[in-house]
């Protein structure tokens, strides 16, 4: 593959907040991330540069959330006394409410914004934010983890520049909130593979969201069963999401890249591997549209960054010695981490689960390509604007 022109975005800051020492989200995999990527020699690559952020302003993070929650955000950022808002999401077990809350996320939602500005007005091919992929935070509520959504922010500035933009999201849970940005807009295809909600937070993210007046047809989402493996990804990937993405031909691609569709993530129950992960990066590189990538989940920290990695990696199209580096591994092994190697193999799921999850896929495929890709996918190149 050839080197793109690259940037990671990265601030000493990310993993500088905490959600609570029993919270699954750890912030430390940034740092950890950072520390393999260093050790595989990725963070001094020729066509590549590191690029710090800063927090993202009040003004743009109002594009998409409301002033009502964006005040009470700063309020309860700045106090040293546990409060709580549950009309604003605020305060409960996922999204806790923390002394330096707000500009943890404006941070990593101006890392986002940094990103897209790369790409857009600097001719970059590839950015690159670690601390982003928030989906699931609403214009007036927080969720999952979630208390700005980088993804709508960024995309909505770059809409304002006229693009055409197609955010995919691989992470195992439905991408709800940036589905909610975009739901009525035409300029902006939303697609989403996630693990279904039938059983499985958000509880969203069905066939039949398929968007509403100017957006119907532009948001797609393929729920798939527990136990779905790197084969069945790798399928409802390349009939679902690869045609759709290349039939809109957007000028930028957005992917929220998270990591806790791995099979030993503790979360889920999804059963990929680096093998479809791998894959479906390259894929993603080979079609060489300018594209932003945000972090998203993972709470298997050496998932997360062996993924995170890997992706930097083919996204630079460097080739990794598949043996993690020695001075990694002393590290990992003061943490209690086992972990020797970068790359998986192939994962095979029981025999009986995977028929079930094959059953749901296509069942789910079948149904986009009734109810989307007919008369859509030759639409796609007259959106009306916004």
């Not at 940037?7 to 699954?24: K, N, R, V």
């Amino acid at each position: 593959m050839s080197a793109a022109r690259t940037a990671l975005i990265y601030s000493p800051l990310f993993g500088s907040y905490s959600y609570g020492d029993d919270h699954p989200f750890k912030l430390q995999r940034y740092h950890l991330t950072h520390h393999l990527m260093e050790t595989y020699g990725l963070l001094n690559l020729p066509n590549m540069k590191i690029q710090g952020c800063c927090p993202i302003d009040e003004d743009r993070a109002l594009s998409f959330h409301s002033k009502a929650y964006i005040e009470r955000l700063k309020e309860f950022s700045a106090s040293t006394e546990p409060r709580a808002d549950f009309v604003f999401g605020l305060g409960d077990a996922d999204c806790p409410v923390f002394k330096g809350l707000y500009d943890c996320a404006a941070l990593g939602a101006g890392a986002t914004l940094e990103a897209a500005r790369l790409v857009e007005e600097e001719g970059f091919d590839i950015a690159f934010n670690l601390a982003g992929g928030w989906h699931h935070a609403h214009r007036s509520r927080a969720s999952g983890f979630s208390y700005l959504n980088d993804a709508v922010l960024a995309i909505n500035w770059l809409v304002e520049r006229g693009r055409r933009v197609v955010y995919l999201d691989i992470d195992a849970h439905h991408g709800d909130g940036v589905q909610e940005g975009f739901y009525d807009s035409d300029c902006v295809l939303t697609i989403s593979l996630h693990e279904s909600g039938i059983y499985f937070f958000p509880g969203t993210g069905f066939e039949d969201e398929i968007g509403t007046g100017r957006g119907k047809g532009y948001s797609v989402n393929l729920p798939l069963l527990a136990h779905t493996d790197d084969a069945l990804y790798m399928k409802a990937f390349d009939e679902v999401a690869y045609p759709l993405l290349a039939a809109f031909n957007p000028d930028v691609i957005v992917t929220q890249i998270g990591a806790d569709t791995f099979r030993t993530d503790p979360l889920t129950r999804l059963e990929i591997t680096t093998h479809s992960y791998s894959y479906i990066m390259r894929k993603l590189k080979a079609l060489k549209i300018p594209w932003v990538a945000l972090g998203g989940g993972g709470y298997d920290l050496m998932n997360t960054a062996r993924a995170w990695t890997l992706a930097w990696s083919i996204m630079n199209g460097v080739e990794l010695n598949p043996r993690l580096p020695t001075a990694f591994t002393r590290k990992i092994k003061k943490m209690g981490y086992p972990h020797r190697v970068l790359l998986d193999a192939m994962h095979w799921s029981d025999d009986h689960d995977r028929n079930l999850a094959l059953e749901a896929v296509e069942k789910s495929i079948s149904r986009i390509k009734k109810t989307i890709f007919p008369g859509i996918i030759g639409s796609y190149g007259e959106t009306s604007g916004e």
